[in-house]
């Protein structure tokens, strides 16, 4: 457990001198101040740059098109992000050797994959709070008040998945040897995951339906129990991928 902690510290003190979590929440507070801005601002942009002649007509932006704004901008842009600050979470140790030292004076390799998840899980909980947080505000300031349904249990399903996208990275991190190779196997993953979303029988229990369905969730006919499976799925999954990455790493020559 001590080793588990003094590492943890060491990854902390390795993001905050590597800025990379301080750039993660600069970029998530801007995607979340972006959101209910966008959607605030497009359709006067739009009947600004209208051709002469044409009628462009638009809606009055709702706290709705808010949220649809900060789901699109984080479902996309912001899972890339998070996945291209990561890529290097153990691979780059794992090239330059760093990790032979502390490893020979005792440190347990259970404990380097579990402080790099922690603080790699932490640092995204962090950040998608801020943006979710900066959205809420602005959307409350610049919109009417509108019923908006299962908002927590949408976010918590983005959250989630970004956990999942974290866990199979650290694995495939165990493997790969270096960021190119952890990018390429968690984007074949992704791809699979399109694939098998094909399939209607199977598309309640994909990870995929966390992040693709998060507007029709706001919606006050949606049961939240049809979102379960995947949610339990994606659960099992990360937690699948975080023991193999134990269990690689183990056995894994430095």
Same mark, same amino acid.
């Given at each position: 457990?001590?080793?588990?902690?003094?590492?943890?510290?060491?990854?902390?003190?390795?993001?905050?001198? +590597?800025?990379?979590?301080?750039?993660?929440?600069?970029?998530?507070?801007?995607?979340?101040?972006?959101?209910?801005?966008?959607?605030?601002?497009?359709?006067?942009?739009?009947?600004?740059?209208?051709?002469?002649?044409?009628?462009?007509?638009?809606?009055?932006? +709702? %706290?709705?098109?808010?949220?649809? /704004?900060?789901?699109?901008?984080?479902?996309?842009?912001? *899972?890339?992000?998070?996945? *291209?600050?990561?890529?290097? =979470?153990?691979?780059?140790?794992?090239?330059?050797?760093? #990790?032979?030292?502390?490893?020979?004076?005792?440190?347990?390799?259970?404990? &380097? @994959?579990?402080?790099? !998840?922690?603080?790699?899980?932490?640092?995204?909980?962090?950040?998608?709070?801020?943006? !979710?947080? +900066?959205?809420?505000?602005?959307?409350?300031?610049?919109?009417?008040? /509108?019923?908006?349904?299962?908002?927590?249990?949408?976010?918590?399903?983005?959250? *989630?998945?970004?956990?999942?996208?974290?866990? #199979?990275?650290? *694995? &495939?991190?165990? $493997?790969?040897?270096?960021?190119?190779?952890?990018?390429?196997?968690?984007?074949?993953?992704?791809?699979?995951?399109?694939?098998?979303?094909?399939?209607? $029988?199977? /598309?309640?229990?994909?990870?995929?339906?966390?992040?693709?369905?998060?507007?029709?969730?706001?919606? %006050?006919?949606?049961?939240?129990?049809?979102?379960?499976?995947?949610?339990? $799925?994606?659960?099992?999954?990360?937690?699948? !991928?975080?023991?193999?990455?134990?269990? =690689?790493?183990?056995?894994?020559? @430095?």
């Amino acid at each position: 457990m001590k080793g588990y902690v003094a590492f943890l510290k060491k990854e902390w003190l390795e993001q905050l001198r +590597t800025y990379r979590f301080f750039i993660l929440l600069t970029i998530f507070f801007i995607f979340g101040m972006m959101s209910p801005l966008t959607a605030k601002l497009t359709p006067l942009i739009l009947k600004n740059f209208a051709i002469e002649g044409m009628q462009i007509t638009m809606q009055d932006p +709702t %706290a709705m098109d808010s949220y649809m /704004q900060f789901f699109k901008n984080n479902t996309s842009m912001g *899972l890339i992000v998070l996945i *291209l600050v990561f890529s290097g =979470i153990l691979s780059s140790e794992l090239s330059k050797g760093t #990790l032979i030292n502390i490893l020979t004076k005792g440190l347990s390799r259970n404990a &380097v @994959i579990l402080a790099k !998840f922690t603080s790699a899980a932490a640092t995204w909980t962090v950040s998608l709070a801020l943006c !979710f947080v +900066t959205t809420y505000g602005y959307t409350v300031y610049l919109f009417k008040p /509108q019923d908006i349904h299962h908002l927590w249990f949408a976010v918590l399903c983005l959250w *989630l998945f970004g956990i999942f996208l974290l866990s #199979l990275l650290l *694995l &495939v991190s165990t $493997v790969g040897k270096n960021s190119y190779t952890s990018l390429l196997g968690v984007g074949a993953v992704v791809v699979l995951l399109f694939m098998v979303n094909m399939l209607p $029988v199977l /598309q309640k229990y994909n990870p995929l339906l966390l992040v693709s369905n998060n507007l029709g969730m706001l919606a %006050a006919d949606y049961r939240i129990l049809d979102a379960m499976a995947s949610v339990g $799925v994606t659960a099992g999954l990360s937690l699948l !991928f975080l023991v193999g990455a134990v269990m =690689i790493f183990r056995k894994k020559r @430095i």
